[in-house]
């Protein structure tokens, strides 16, 4: 994989040094410890407003992720395409259906170690039901699924616990929102 804000020599222990500055300053706590097989498929939820985004950044620079993430292709447009794509973005055009998930999985047959974070929501808006592009990855590259999380009530952001898809999406799709159903996003009204 290419060389992100993740991954680039000397700049990232100081990018993370002042993430967890940052994190410490506006009074919010990194959960989780770093992990050694970065392999899987990370999901970040409730994702309600575009202030994630800055504050997933500092949480996984602290907890030393080297991360990729699915935007809209909108986001990587000229001036600040190089700039998403050095912070980790992957452009998803979501007009038409391009067998993203085929896309994603060959790139975990193609790197051994790989995370990609997916908003299951697919939007900062509020949805009724989940996408399952996450899940479907995860399933068909033989990875687990991470639960990352932000928590406005408690002012923490972090890693839960992995869970490892059956093959049954509906049934495993209740039981990972069931791990979601007490977090409070930054816009509460946005939330499904």
Not at 11 to 28: E, K, N, V, Y
Not at 86 to 98: A, M
Not at 177 to 182: D, K, L, Q, V
């Amino acid at each position: 994989m290419r060389t992100t804000i993740f991954n680039t020599p000397v700049l990232t222990p100081l990018l993370r040094a002042i993430a967890a500055g940052i994190l410490r300053l506006i009074g919010w706590k990194a959960i989780g410890k770093p992990l050694q097989d970065q392999r899987f498929v990370l999901i970040g939820a409730p994702h309600t407003s575009n202030w994630d985004f800055p504050l997933m950044l500092l949480v996984v620079l602290k907890l030393e992720l080297k991360l990729h993430w699915m935007g809209k292709h909108s986001l990587f447009m000229f001036p600040f395409g190089g700039l998403m794509r050095w912070l980790g973005g992957i452009p998803i055009d979501r007009r038409s259906h391009h067998r993203v998930v085929d896309q994603v999985v060959a790139r975990y047959r193609e790197n051994p170690q790989l995370v990609v974070l997916v908003p299951p929501e697919g939007t900062r808006k509020k949805v009724q039901e989940w996408k399952t592009g996450f899940y479907h990855i995860a399933n068909n590259a033989d990875v687990p699924i991470l639960m990352g999380y932000l928590d406005v009530s408690r002012k923490e952001a972090g890693l839960a616990d992995f869970f490892y898809p059956t093959g049954d999406v509906d049934t495993d799709i209740k039981h990972i929102r069931a791990f979601y159903t007490n977090k409070k996003g930054i816009r509460p009204e946005n939330a499904d």
